[in-house]
């Protein structure tokens, strides 16, 4: 089973860039769908990027354009570009591996936005590493 580790986290003011990644061990990431969730205290974890096994990857839409998920199969790393970050995005965050992920979407007022997974859906998480961006 594939083992995750998390690191990159820290402490940046607003504006500041972060890039998180999570290394992979025991399988290669070419096999899992990855998310990037966060959990800030008090609230749910919520996911900020999906890199599907097919290379298909999405955000939620309040995201694109700040966030930006890669996988690199040579390292077996999937790493996280943050940029223009803000307070709110302060959280714990988390990479998560499980079975394909497919594209799925939620269309209302004839908008459409992307649907990432639940949390429940996946088996492997890493330890998380804690973003804080302050004002």
């Known amino acids: 089973q594939v083992h995750l580790v998390e690191s990159g986290g820290g402490s940046v003011q607003t504006g500041g860039s972060l890039r998180l990644s999570c290394a992979a061990s025991?399988?290669?990431?070419?096999?899992?769908?990855f998310v990037w969730f966060r959990q800030a205290p008090g609230s749910e974890r919520e996911g900020v990027a999906l890199?599907?096994?097919?290379?298909?990857?999405t955000y939620p839409n309040a995201l694109k354009g700040r966030f930006t998920v890669s996988r690199d199969n040579a390292k077996n790393i999937l790493s996280l570009q943050m940029d223009s970050l803000k307070p709110e995005d302060t959280a714990m965050y988390y990479c998560?591996?499980?079975?394909?992920?497919?594209?799925?979407?939620?269309?209302?007022?004839?908008?459409?936005?992307?649907?990432?997974?639940?949390?429940?859906?996946?088996?492997?998480w890493g330890q998380g590493t804690q973003v804080t961006v302050s004002s």
């Open positions: 025991g399988d290669t990431v070419r096999n899992y769908c």
């Open positions: 998560a591996a499980g079975p394909p992920c497919g594209k799925k979407t939620h269309c209302s007022g004839g908008v459409c936005y992307p649907v990432l997974p639940d949390p429940s859906r996946f088996g492997v």
């Open positions: 890199f599907d096994t097919d290379g298909y990857t």
